[in-house]
């Protein structure tokens, strides 16, 4: 079975458009097969998103794992502010492009085996991480995080508390200072600062 953060190029494309209203101000999403939460916004993204948008959010932000785009998207319409977003996921990067186009927003979406092809320090990194690649491989992304953030920066993601959200904040006190800053429907946001 494929997961939406390999590259199957068997898998036939069959892309699906859908609109969302944020902040008063609409999108249109293009979304395929192989790429996570086809055909909406899943409710942890939408929260990480609400989240982030009521921050004081500037300077340069990584979308981390963007998935077809939604997260770096809404905030360069939103915020206004440099936005890089990478994916492992070929067809993922693919479909960003084509979301950033069809929303009138410039970022710069590139293909990235995690920080492979990074080049540049981040204020913020958001990322909705992909969980089914492993305790191991998460906390990995997460740790080497550290070398691609300003000394200021802060990480936020989305985690499910039953899938290890509360064993991955005791975890990564050991880096960061870590904070929910946010819980719903089982879902928390958690912030990962620089210490």
């Known amino acids: 079975m494929s997961h ?33 939460s086809k055909g909406e916004l899943d409710f ?19 979308d981390l794992g963007c998935g077809y785009g939604p997260i770096g998207i809404i905030l360069k319409k939103i915020k206004d502010i440099n936005v890089d977003m990478i994916d492992i996921n070929k067809r993922a990067v ?18 990235s085996d995690g920080y492979e092809n990074v080049n540049n320090n981040y204020d913020f990194i958001i990322s909705n991480p992909p969980i089914r690649i492993g305790k ?21 993601v989305v985690v499910r508390k039953e899938q290890g959200a509360l064993s991955l904040i005791k975890d990564m006190s050991v880096y960061y200072d870590v904070k929910t ?15």
Do not use: P, Q, R, W
Not at 94 to 111: D, E, G, I, P, R
């Open 136 to 156: 191991k491989n998460l906390y990995k992304l997460l740790i080497d995080a550290k070398k691609y953030l300003n000394k200021t920066g802060e990480i936020f």
């Open 94 to 111: 693919h479909l960003t492009k084509m979301n950033a186009k069809k929303n009138n927003v410039n970022v710069n979406a590139f293909y």
């Open 181 to 195: 800053i946010d819980k719903e429907k089982g879902f928390l946001i958690i912030s990962l600062k620089n210490n």
């Open 44 to 62: 942890g993204t939408n929260l990480l998103i609400k989240n982030v948008l009521s921050m004081d959010i500037t300077g340069n932000v990584l």
């Open 4 to 36: 939406y953060f390999e590259n199957d190029n068997t898998l036939e494309s069959n892309i699906k458009d859908f609109d969302i209203s944020i902040n008063n101000i609409k999108f249109t999403f293009s979304t395929d097969n192989g790429v996570f």
